[in-house]
């Protein structure tokens, strides 16, 4: 059974980093990628940023040039660092794998960061 596992959520204060990790159990093959997505109390669901299994990199407009997405192919385990946290950022934050010749997604059940002002 395959699970995705997000950890590294807490609690900051603006101007904090965090750095969030992602990884599967249960599944050897190659992912097709993932991205971070993250819901507010309230709001909807949004991307936050992706990466290709090539290494290519996207960020929302929101978090470029204060998130970094990356990979451990070592250990499959993705990570986001978030640096210059602001309370926007506050959020639930899960992570998407595509995993298999298919590139279906399977999802975590998320980690959350609260950031206080």
């Known amino acids: 059974q395959v699970q995705v596992v997000e950890s590294g959520g807490g609690s900051v204060q603006a101007g904090g980093s965090l750095r969030l990790s992602c990884t599967v159990r249960?599944?050897?093959?190659?992912?097709?990628?993932m991205g971070w997505h993250r819901q507010a109390a309230g709001k909807q669901r949004e991307w936050v940023s992706s990466?290709?299994?090539?290494?290519?990199?996207s960020y929302a407009d929101s978090v470029k040039g204060r998130f970094t997405i990356s990979e451990d192919k070592a250990t499959d385990t993705w990570y986001l660092e978030m640096n210059s946290l602001k309370p926007e950022d506050t959020a639930m934050y899960s992570c998407?794998?595509?995993?298999?010749?298919?590139?279906?997604?399977?999802w975590g059940q998320g980690t959350q960061v609260t950031v206080s002002s």
């Open positions: 990466i290709s299994s090539s290494g290519s990199t």
């Open positions: 998407k794998a595509l995993l298999g010749p298919l590139c279906i997604g399977y």
């Open positions: 249960g599944f050897t093959s190659n992912s097709c990628g």
